[in-house]
């Protein structure tokens, strides 16, 4: 069974680095896909953060491109993010993404809250 | 880069009624590239429909989308209590774009 798990700090200081690990269990990354993350702030709307295919191939949104890296890591079945130099309005949910086409989302993680607060 | 807007902000309806829901971009897209979720409190995001009118795995068909160019429209047929949540509509060019989302409550 296809399944995404997040998991990582859930509080994160102000100026650090936010890194959260997706865990894909039921399917190889290896195999295909694309992969991704959404968050969602506190009363806010979804956000896009990135995506990535095995390939190596990236695309990240403009407004976090400057601070965001999204990779795979086939041998452990993992999807990662780091946001560096986070600040309060990095506080979100954030979700792990997947679909067989780049131009959607059909699996999704649970969700992961991350605080960032010192 | 493109914007996408939702109406109503709220949809206050009683579980029966139909709603219909507006998602409109800021230019010409590609209806291929368009898809609607569902986000309900504390669980993840539902994709919907995809290709604006393509019901995704498990959605059941009281939920139809259509529309072109600027405008597109989720349309529920017959309200279930499960119903009530969050839409968003989320195109897919250079980058993804969701839009703000339209809340469809109990009357």
């Known amino acids: 069974q296809f399944q995404l798990q997040e998991s990582g700090p859930g509080l994160v200081k102000p100026s650090e680095t936010l890194a959260l690990i997706c865990r894909v269990s039921?399917?190889?990354?290896?195999?295909?896909?694309?992969w991704g993350w959404v968050r969602q702030a506190p009363g806010k709307g979804l956000e896009w953060i990135g995506s990535?295919?095995?390939?190596?191939?990236?695309l990240y949104n403009p407004s976090l491109k400057s601070r965001v890296t999204i990779s795979v890591d086939t041998s452990k079945n993992e999807l990662s993010l780091n946001l560096a130099l986070v600040t309060a309005a990095d506080t979100a949910v954030y979700y792990c993404?997947?679909?067989?086409?780049?131009?959607?989302?059909?699996?999704w993680g649970q969700g992961l809250l991350v605080t960032v607060s010192s | 880069e493109i914007v996408l807007t939702q109406s109503p902000g709220t949809l206050s309806l009683s579980p029966g009624e139909s709603a219909t829901l507006s998602c409109r971009a800021s230019q010409d897209v590609d209806s291929r590239y368009l898809a609607w979720y569902q986000h309900k409190p504390g669980q993840a995001p539902s994709l919907l429909l995809y290709?604006?009118?393509l019901r995704a795995a498990g959605t059941p068909d009281r939920f139809s989308g259509g529309g072109s160019g600027t405008g597109f429209t989720l349309t529920i047929s017959r309200l279930e209590p499960e119903d009530f949540a969050l839409y968003y509509c989320?195109?897919?060019?250079?980058?993804?774009?969701f839009g703000p989302g339209t809340r469809v409550d109990v009357k």
């Open positions: 990535t295919h095995r390939d190596g191939s990236t």
């Open positions: 993404t997947s679909d067989s086409s780049v131009r959607w989302f059909f699996y």
């Open positions: 989320q195109h897919f060019g250079s980058s993804f774009t």
């Open positions: 039921g399917y190889s990354i290896s195999a295909g896909f694309y």
């Open positions: 290709s604006a009118s």
